[in-house]
């Protein structure tokens, strides 16, 4: 088990994507994206925010390294960054309970 500076170093980088993710919005963003790329508008639409908040929470999850972005014009194409996805677990994975809870059946 790791702790004191060693356990903060290590959890630096996952506290930062955490935060990405750290209002209902964010949450709610990630679910959409999850499931097909979106373009800003559609986003602010199926939200029912402005785009100027909309695009306030993409740059907060942007910067946690949660989504990329495609520009075409005026517009942007938002995804999801899937390596983010595979590093969160990693934080929990050699924990007592993280294996507990996915022993192979």
């Not at 930062?16 to 097909?36: D, N, V």
């Not at 999801?80 to 993280?98: G, I, Q, V």
């Amino acid at each position: 088990m790791t702790t004191g500076k060693r356990l903060l170093q290590r959890v630096a980088p996952f506290s930062t994507m955490i935060k990405g993710l750290a209002h209902p919005y964010r949450i709610s963003i990630l679910y959409l994206l999850s499931h097909e790329p979106m373009w800003g508008e559609d986003l602010a639409r199926d939200l029912r925010i402005k785009e100027n908040l909309l695009t306030h929470h993409l740059n907060a999850m942007g910067k946690a390294g949660w989504v990329t972005k495609k520009q075409d014009g005026r517009h942007k194409l938002y995804s999801l960054r899937a390596k983010t996805f595979r590093e969160l677990p990693k934080l929990l994975a050699e924990t007592p309970l993280w294996k507990t809870l996915h022993k192979p059946l």
